[in-house]
């Protein structure tokens, strides 16, 4: 595991866009896997910036960890809404290319398996993530057990209040998700993990250097062999 400390979220931001330009220069269709989440605004920053100044991901794949159950795409507030306001609406993607869970699929469980056979046919080559404050990664919550396959998820009550803030009114929040598992996840060639602010120092300490356990999903992340861990000084205070 590589740990990386940044003066600022923009010089971290602008490191993981390196990584994308390393990646796209191996492979011919690049495969990202992309989180949303705060932490992720000043990746995707960078990322139109390094499109705009020539980054060629015309034949890149982008495939998303996560998805609100019930919020269409039109839903300013889901994940596939956040990637449109920050991402697709900046730089042309093929759709056929861009892929998030449908949180408004009929049938849920045919939709997580549908994915899972995404992920078979194009594994992630770069995987980004955030980490909850709970210590989950895509929304993968903390528990007895975790789940290895894209499955839907309870969120917790500490996923629910921290992600309130994006939303209007916070009894609009969803309480269901459907996730990539962590054996999705830790399938990726490649972990990058972006964590910054004061707030996530003690989770970051936890999960990097604690024990692995199912209780904080990101530990897991200890046992992948190519992480790369890209922090802000406040978030790394306490490792
Ligand atoms: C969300 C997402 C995660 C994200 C995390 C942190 O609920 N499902 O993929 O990494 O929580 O969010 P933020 O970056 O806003 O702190």
């Known amino acids: 595991m590589r740990i990386r400390v940044f003066d600022t979220p923009d010089a971290a931001a602008a490191y993981a866009v390196a990584?994308?330009?390393?990646?796209?220069?191996?492979?011919?269709?690049?495969?990202?896997?992309?989180?949303?989440?705060?932490?992720?605004?000043?990746?995707?920053?960078?990322?139109?910036?390094?499109?705009?100044?020539?980054?060629?991901?015309?034949?890149?794949?982008a495939i998303n960890l996560d998805e609100y159950v019930g919020l269409g795409a039109e839903h300013p507030q889901s994940c596939a809404g956040f990637m449109r306001e920050h991402l697709y609406r900046h730089v042309p993607w093929d759709g056929a290319r861009a892929h998030i869970p449908d949180g408004c699929a009929p049938d849920l469980a045919a939709e997580c398996r549908r994915y899972d056979r995404l992920l078979a046919t194009h594994p992630v080559h770069l995987q980004?993530?955030?980490?909850?404050?709970?210590?989950?990664?895509?929304?993968n919550e903390p528990g007895d057990e975790l789940v290895a396959e894209t499955h839907l998820v309870e969120l917790s009550e500490t996923t629910i209040r921290s992600n309130a803030r994006f939303f209007r009114d916070p009894g609009e929040v969803p309480r269901r998700a459907i996730t990539?598992?962590?054996?999705?996840?830790?399938?990726?060639?490649?972990?990058?993990?972006?964590?910054?602010?004061?707030?996530?120092?003690?989770?970051?300490?936890?999960?990097?250097?604690g024990p692995i356990t199912t209780r904080l999903p990101a530990s897991l992340l200890q046992?992948?062999?190519?992480?790369t861990v890209l922090l802000d000084t406040a978030a790394a205070q306490k490792i």
């Open 19 to 61: 990584l994308v330009e390393q990646t796209a220069a191996v492979y011919a269709e690049p495969v990202l896997g992309l989180a949303t989440g705060g932490t992720m605004i000043p990746f995707y920053k960078a990322l139109v910036q390094a499109v705009r100044q020539g980054l060629d991901l015309s034949r890149a794949w």
């Open 128 to 139: 980004f993530l955030g980490i909850g404050l709970n210590g989950h990664i895509g929304f």
């Open 180 to 209: 990539m598992g962590v054996g999705g996840i830790l399938r990726a060639e490649r972990v990058v993990l972006l964590a910054f602010g004061e707030q996530k120092a003690e989770v970051v300490a936890r999960a990097l250097t």
């Open 223 to 227: 046992l992948h062999r190519d992480v």
